[in-house]
């Protein structure tokens, strides 16, 4: 099975500030990666497919970067919607899910 | 508008049975594979199981021999049959549509499973 790392687990930011979260895969994925975002009692939302590809009306200062091992999700400008939990998941071999990011207010 | 509505959740004992539902609109729904995912309180994602469209179907070892994916094209219906429930599979439980190979959107909006006695 191939298990998804990310970091970190809590991040705390203010709004305007460029964050990034890290997520590595055990094994290479090439670049089948997504990133979701998700808030509370909410259902997860793709904004990254193919490790970079931005999903349709997703805002830009989203991107993803990466393959093989390494992937980074960045957020240019921090917004006050932007404060949520970010997963990652791999989709080479089946699909699993990093343990997610929860972005908090500084 | 593509949309997913997840039900039949509820509160099922031990050992129990339950039949998930998911009503699939907006969109061609045969020509897609899809998805099951769940996400105890509090924790992460978990995918639970998929169907293609040729009606291949995969899990997970935490629930392969349990649990059955359906689907029906006609209705644009998705099932979960789950079958010897424990209390680790208490979560919400979301269908997602599959895309070019396998990134989840959209997702439903989940329907809650609790295994108690």
């Known amino acids: 099975d191939i298990q998804m790392t990310q970091s970190p687990s809590t991040l705390s930011a203010s709004v305007g500030d460029r964050v990034t979260i890290t997520c590595r895969a055990s094994q290479s994925i090439n670049s089948w990666l997504a990133w979701y975002q998700q808030k509370p009692g909410k259902a997860p939302k793709a904004l990254i497919y193919k490790a970079s590809s931005l999903e349709s009306g997703v805002p830009s200062r989203f991107s993803g970067s990466g393959s093989g091992t390494n992937f980074t999700l960045t957020i240019s400008s921090l917004q006050p919607d932007d404060f949520a939990t970010y997963y990652c998941q791999q989709y080479n071999s089946y699909w699993t899910f990093g343990q997610g990011t929860k972005v908090e207010i500084k | 508008e593509v949309q997913l509505v997840e039900s039949g959740g509820g509160l099922i004992q031990p050992g129990g049975s339950l039949r998930l539902s998911c009503a699939a609109s907006?969109?061609?729904?045969?020509?897609?594979?899809m998805h099951w995912l769940r996400q105890p309180t509090g924790k992460g994602l978990e995918w639970v199981s998929t169907i293609g469209t040729a009606g291949d179907t995969y899990y997970p070892g935490s629930v392969k021999g349990r649990f059955t994916i359906s689907r029906e094209n006609a209705e644009s219906s998705l099932f979960l049959q789950m079958n010897s429930l424990r209390a680790g599979d208490t979560a919400v439980y979301y269908c997602?549509?599959?895309?070019?190979?396998?990134?989840?959107?959209?997702w439903g909006q989940g329907t809650l499973v609790t295994v108690s006695s």
């Open positions: 997602a549509r599959g895309n070019a190979g396998g990134w989840f959107d959209p």
């Open positions: 907006g969109f061609t729904f045969s020509n897609y594979d």
